[in-house]
């Protein structure tokens, strides 16, 4: 099991981005202004050549997500191809479309009515350290460029 607990995540293309993932946990994370703040997908087909399909499970199933708060992001939940989601107790602001779903999701289950059983519940202690006292915030700041047109490559 993969989990991504207590992260802040501000202004990406794409916040998470999991293909092929399996029984993943995303909570109690911020997602600030994303595009998308998750993305999670399963490709309908796959090359023949590549190895990888051949011996594993390329499904996309079996994701908790819950306690996060999404604010102001323009997609929440892109959701593809995948299977067996749990969306729960989470908090959205500002969020032009909550989920928007493709392919064929199945098993999907969004709201404080969905169950998950205990052993699957991800145990959360969790104590963030203090900011030091000569940090910097190393975000980028709002009228800067981001994404791949800000890639510089020289010698």
Request: charged content about 30%; overall charge neutral.
């Amino acid at each position: 099991m993969n989990q991504r607990v207590a992260n802040r995540f501000a202004r990406n293309t794409e916040a998470i981005a999991i293909e092929h993932g399996q029984d993943n946990r995303i909570t109690e994370n911020r997602f600030d202004g994303d595009e998308t703040a998750i993305r999670l997908w399963r490709n309908a087909s796959q090359d023949p050549n590549w190895g990888y399909p051949k011996a594993r499970d390329t499904r996309s199933r079996d994701y908790v997500i819950s306690g996060n708060t999404f604010v102001g992001n323009v997609t929440a939940l892109k959701i593809a191809e995948t299977q067996g989601v749990r969306i729960l107790t989470n908090t959205f602001e500002r969020v032009q479309t909550v989920a928007a779903l493709s392919g064929h999701p199945r098993n999907l289950g969004i709201g404080d009515e969905v169950t998950v059983p205990l052993r699957s519940r991800p145990t959360l202690d969790v104590t963030l350290p203090k900011p030091l006292p000569d940090g910097i915030d190393a975000k980028i700041p709002e009228s800067e460029r981001r994404g791949r047109e800000a890639i510089i490559v020289d010698e």
